[in-house]
């Protein structure tokens, strides 16, 4: 199992109860998680900082999840991501693996299922 300690995740989403429930559920693996409560400003940090990984809400104000990673692609740095979403719809799901995004995840995400996923994200990557 990999160290979490050394890994940086950044979880963004624009509603504030969603967004302290997925950083609970990550809280005990000590990760160092960071939020953003906007598109905008999680391209700004994700653009400014390392993270090993980010979470991202598809609707959110400014940009949305997939325009996040979008201008990230343009720009040469991209970031391995999970996108969350209430909404999913196969033109979403169809962008995002475009995109590179690692798996979408349905809102709300059963706790158990975040953390396995991110562990066997950091395991696979970082094994």
Do not use: C, W
Not at 16 to 36: F, P, R, T
Not at 68 to 85: A, R, W
């Amino acid at each position: 199992m990999p160290n979490n300690m050394s890994f940086r995740i950044l979880i963004a989403d624009d509603q504030v109860e969603q967004l302290n429930a997925v950083v609970a559920m990550l809280g005990n693996a000590e990760y160092s998680i960071e939020v953003a409560y906007s598109g905008s400003d999680a391209l700004n940090m994700l653009l400014n900082n390392a993270f090993d990984l980010s979470l991202l809400d598809m609707h959110m104000p400014g940009l949305t999840g997939l325009e996040v990673l979008n201008h990230l692609n343009q720009l040469g740095n991209s970031v391995p991501s999970i996108l969350m979403t209430g909404q999913p719809s196969r033109d979403i799901e169809l962008a995002a693996l475009e995109l590179g995004v690692i798996t979408m995840l349905r809102k709300p995400i059963p706790a158990e299922l975040l953390r396995i996923t991110v562990n066997q994200i950091f395991t696979r990557n970082h094994g």
